[in-house]
């Protein structure tokens, strides 16, 4: 039985709700599948983020950790595959701070790619008709922040990625793009189910 750790996060920028914790809790309220799943909500600031995600990643010893955020603007599951070494808060977190050009870890690599097999996971959702993509940025927000910092906790041999989910159906502002709530809990839950396949090698690149 693997332990899977499946994280969220708290509303930030004056919305009520995130639909990332919404998605998360959906799926473990539902999950019957055979893995020992941990769930948990992050808060929406730097350094009390990647606090959390150690202080569970020690106390869980995870096999996965998926971690997942917010992407407004978007109508697709987006799959990230890599986060970068840098924050450039364009908002100040919900603890008030806004660094600039700071780095998500000093003396880190520029970049750690996401161990989750981002192509399988890709296929899964777009089979059952779920709207999904890969994604080359993650940001420079905390999303970003706590999918650097999850790749380098976790031990060798674990995984780890981040998902970034569109606003839900009852969380959407006023004209904006989303997707079901049943949709972003469905994907989050295959994406838990298939976390641990084998990587696609079919190609999935862009050419520019």
């Given at each position: ?33 055979p893995h020992e799943l941990v ?101 420079t927000y905390v999303c970003n ?54 990587e696609s090698t079919e190609a ?5």
């Open positions: 039985m693997a332990v899977v750790l499946l994280t969220g996060f708290d509303p930030f920028d004056g919305a009520d709700r995130n639909p990332s914790a919404d998605a998360v809790n959906a799926v473990a309220a539902a999950y019957d599948g769930v948990a909500t992050l808060p929406v600031a730097f350094e009390a983020s990647a606090h959390r995600l150690r202080t569970l990643i020690a106390a869980h010893s995870p096999d996965v950790v998926i971690a997942t955020g917010l992407a407004a603007g978007s109508s697709r599951v987006a799959i990230e595959r890599i986060g970068v070494n840098l924050i450039d808060a364009r908002i100040p977190d919900n603890d008030g701070e806004q660094p600039v050009d700071a780095p998500s870890e000093a003396g880190g690599p520029a970049a750690r790619f996401s161990t989750l097999p981002v192509k399988r996971l890709l296929q899964v959702l777009t089979a059952e008709g779920l709207p999904a993509q890969l994604s080359l940025s993650a940001g922040h706590v999918l650097y910092t999850a790749v380098g906790a976790v031990r060798p041999d674990a995984r780890a990625g981040f998902v970034h989910l569109p606003w839900s159906t009852t969380t959407v502002p006023a004209g904006g793009l989303h997707l079901a709530d049943t949709q972003l809990a469905r994907a989050l839950r295959l994406i838990v189910d298939h976390a641990l396949d084998a999935g690149g862009s050419i520019w």
